[in-house]
């Protein structure tokens, strides 16, 4: 099993920047895809960014492109996602997700295409 644990959520205003983090235990994820996902009150969870660890791979939703990065630290099992220019749009629960991979790369990945799911990281983004 994999357990994952997002931080670094947060209130910041509009303009400014944030670093997710999400630390992974259990077991290394050498070979898993990893992703971020968001979910405002009363919205479908939807895809934010996901990376590769082997490939070295990364795409991102439309609405973050330019603004957002994804990254990965494999000597610390440890993902990130850092977010520049926030907007108040930005404002959601953001979810680590980790999926081993199966041969498939998805530029735009749906939740089931995820196995292994974080408890989530508020992000506030005020105007």
């Known amino acids: 099993q994999v357990q994952l644990v997002e931080s670094g959520g947060g209130l910041v205003q509009a303009g400014g920047s944030l670093r997710l983090s999400c630390a992974t235990s259990g077991r290394t994820l050498s070979s898993y895809t990893m992703g971020w996902f968001r979910q405002a009150p009363g919205k479908e969870r939807e895809f934010v960014a996901t990376i590769s660890w082997n490939g070295g791979r990364t795409s991102y939703a439309n609405s973050v492109k330019g603004r957002f990065t994804i990254s990965r630290d494999n000597a610390k099992n440890t993902v990130y996602l850092q977010m520049n220019s926030l907007k108040p749009e930005d404002t959601a629960v953001y979810y680590c997700?980790?999926?081993?991979?199966?041969?498939?790369?998805?530029?735009?990945?749906?939740?089931?295409?995820?196995?292994?799911w974080g408890q989530g990281t508020q992000v506030t983004v005020s105007s």
């Open positions: 997700a980790a999926d081993q991979y199966r041969g498939t790369w998805y530029l735009s990945p749906t939740s089931r295409h995820f196995e292994y």
